[in-house]
């Protein structure tokens, strides 16, 4: 069996934890095997080559999003990127730009995802207080389930955030993210809250009204999410509330 081609890797390496490391480029090589993906690949370095490499991962599934990182200059999955993608063979792997630094490749998207929930108070809002663990649910229609179950895909990854022009010039910008999940409830007939209530949460700069149609989020999406078609979706129902 022939050996496959060696692989170069150049990955960012700080460890922020430590006074004295500085940000550096630090470059690895090792052998390509059939149908290997830049996270099974980190995971072979770690394992033979430098036990303190730091990145994250979860489900190796695409699933948790937790391997979220920059390769090649575009952010995306590694468990979803295969090395035989890059046909020189050589892979550049930063960080996602716009979160906490935790060390080398992982980020705190989670503590991103938190401040954003809390702060655009993303859960549903019932009509009725009046809830018993003896009474069935309310029925849904089955097409507003599906839409429903359309954006509820978002595994919160971060890779749309990266992709913003408007999230990296101005920190406040809720971004693609927020937004999906905002019409998510708008769209919930189970919510309480009217457009009028969600205009005073994103209808100004820092949400529909700020983004800059760019689509880094839309082209980035590594779950295909149709992230503008919300974004104009919200941004029509924001501007009938002013008529």
Known sequence: ?????????????????????????VRYQLTETPGMTVFI?????????????????????????????????????????????YPKGEITLMPLPGFELIGDLSVNTGKFMRELAERLKLWLHPKSNDISVHCLEDPM???????????????????????????????????AVGMMKIARFEMDSRDARTAEDFYHVIGNQDGVFGCMTLLGCQDNCPKDLPHMQQIAYLRRKMAMTLI
């Not at 390496?13 to 550096?24: C, G, L, S, T, V």
């Not at 895909?153 to 920190?171: H, I």
């Open 1 to 25: 069996m022939s050996q496959g081609r060696q692989l170069t890797f150049n990955i960012f390496r700080y460890d922020p934890q430590e006074p004295n490391d500085k940000p550096k480029m």
């Open 41 to 85: 690949a980190l995971n072979k370095l770690r394992e033979e080559q430098d036990t303190s490499l730091q990145f994250d991962f979860v489900c190796r599934a695409g699933i948790c999003g937790s391997c979220a990182m920059v390769i090649n200059g575009l952010p995306t999955l590694a468990c979803r990127t295969l090395t035989a993608k």
């Open 141 to 175: 229609d089955p097409d507003e389930a599906a839409r429903l179950y359309e954006l509820e895909r978002c595994v919160e990854c971060g890779v749309c955030v990266s992709a913003c022009a408007t999230k990296q010039m101005r920190e406040t910008f809720v971004g």
